[in-house]
């Protein structure tokens, strides 16, 4: 898979962490979850290993999230 197309692929991913946890979080508004996910994707960059991060990043949102009081 080309770098852009890789890259493409992750945020689609993303995208869909976002989407989850926000049906799992209804409480939380669209924008915090964002920004929380786009803080825990932060946390990967220079990583050469793509393949799991938005498995990471749902799990560390998920648990920051539950922390907040969500479900």
């Known amino acids: 898979m080309k770098d852009a197309d890789a890259a493409a692929h992750e945020?689609?991913?993303l995208n869909e962490v976002?989407?989850?946890?926000?049906?799992?979080?209804?409480?939380i508004?669209?924008?915090q979850v964002r920004t929380a996910v786009?803080?825990?994707h932060d946390?990967?960059?220079g990583n050469p290993i793509r393949d799991f991060v938005p498995v990471f990043v749902e799990r560390a949102v998920r648990?920051?999230?539950s922390q907040l009081g969500g479900a």
Request: hydrophobic share 30%; charged share 45%; net charge negative.
């Open 11 to 13: 945020s689609r991913e």
């Open 18 to 27: 976002v989407e989850r946890l926000c049906q799992r979080f209804p409480d």
């Open 29 to 31: 508004q669209e924008q």
């Open 38 to 40: 786009a803080r825990a």
């Open 43 to 45: 946390r990967f960059v």
């Open 63 to 65: 648990d920051e999230l």
